[in-house]
């Protein structure tokens, strides 16, 4: 053993092909790591706070790779980077809400290699977590940020239990919006799970952030048609315009016709453990014109529910003010 600090020993594998990646990861259960753009990764490796024994790199797989328009709508590889979702030309015509959403992620030289997957499967900021506390979602008996002292300006306003982390990803948000479909590869095949299923929070799974299990992988993305060329608004407030993570964000799709709202998807982060549907503004907004009046009618409806921790009522009027602004004609 070293007497000076250094980064564990870890074995680096390449595969090519997805069967081999499943192989390598049953293999190695519970002590492998999946590698997309290791822009989430690399920080729990410098920190000493993760200490996986085998590393398998994703980025080898091309048919995990690409953009492809479907019948049904279009499929986003799991290893295609921000950076060739931004410049998409499909997407930004017809599901502009993602390239939106990702533009707005980090800094160009996050997005350069950071990959979808890594995006939406990438673990809480929470800096007591992250700095290797031994709190609830680290397997202790104690939350650092819902304590009396606890700094949790960033933390949920919604869906704590023990834990009060919050969703980092700005894509998820808009990929609840847009319906889409995660498909998790596994030894038995692949299953198919709705966006909205696929986050969860730490009432169903304290140490987890999605369903994926020990030996899935997130192989693809799709978005079904039906949203293709709607009415979409992004917008993510956080302490600085870029390299910074959302304070609060807002993720709105909606069917406008003869400019009365028929449908409607309206999904924050940075509020709770996973993209939190504001389920009674969409139903709320149905028979609505975007207008200053329908605005103002639905901004409180956002925060019904809300529990806010000692130091972030500030998201509150924040929450409210994203509907506004997402409603407006
Ligand atoms: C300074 C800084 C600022 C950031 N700002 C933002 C921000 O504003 N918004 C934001 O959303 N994110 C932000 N991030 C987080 C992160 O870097 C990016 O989200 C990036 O897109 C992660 O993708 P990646 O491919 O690099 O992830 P990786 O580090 O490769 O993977 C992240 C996690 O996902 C798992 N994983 C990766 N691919 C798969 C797959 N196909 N199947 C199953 N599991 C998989 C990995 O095992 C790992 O646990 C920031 C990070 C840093 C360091
Ligand atoms: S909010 Fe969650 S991740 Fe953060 S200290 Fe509490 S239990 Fe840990």
């Avoid at 504001?278 to 529910?305: H, Q, T």
């Amino acid at each position: 053993m070293p007497s000076y600090d250094v980064m564990p020993d870890l074995q680096l594998y390449q595969p090519a092909e997805l069967s081999d990646a499943l192989n390598l990861l049953d293999r190695h259960r519970g002590e492998g790591w999946l590698l997309g753009g290791g822009q989430d990764t690399f920080g729990w490796l410098k920190d000493r706070a993760k200490h996986p024994r085998a590393m398998i790199d994703l980025n080898g797989i091309d048919e995990l790779r690409g953009i492809r328009e479907t019948d049904g709508g279009i499929e986003i590889g799991a290893v295609t980077t921000l950076v060739d979702i931004i410049g998409h030309p499909v997407l930004n015509r017809d599901y502009a809400l993602l390239p939106r959403a990702a533009v707005r992620v980090a800094s160009p030289q996050i997005r350069n290699v950071g990959t979808l997957g890594g995006n939406l499967v990438q673990d809480t900021r929470c800096w007591y977590y992250r700095r290797g506390l031994s709190c609830y979602r680290a397997g202790g008996n104690l939350c650092y940020a819902d304590s009396p002292q606890g700094m949790n300006r960033e933390h949920s306003l919604f869906g704590a239990s023990r834990c009060v982390a919050v969703s980092p990803s700005d894509t998820a948000t808009a990929l609840v919006a847009l319906e889409a479909t995660m498909v998790a590869a596994n030894p038995g095949g692949e299953r198919l799970i709705p966006a909205d299923r696929f986050f969860v929070g730490p009432d169903t799974h304290i140490t987890r952030m999605t369903v994926l299990e020990d030996d899935e992988i997130l192989t693809a993305i799709r978005i079904p048609s039906k949203w293709a060329g709607k009415r979409f608004y992004f917008e993510k407030v956080s302490d600085r315009r870029a390299w910074d993570f959302a304070l609060v964000s807002i993720a709105a799709a909606m069917v406008v016709e003869n400019d009365v709202i028929s449908e409607a998807r309206f999904v924050c982060g940075g509020v709770a453990c996973k993209p939190h549907r504001l389920r009674n503004v969409e139903k709320a907004a149905i028979g609505m014109a975007l207008s200053e009046e329908s605005a103002d009618a639905l901004a409180p409806l956002a925060i019904e529910g809300a529990k806010p921790l000692n130091y972030n009522h500030f998201k509150l009027p924040l929450m409210q003010n994203l509907v506004r602004r997402a409603m407006r004609a």
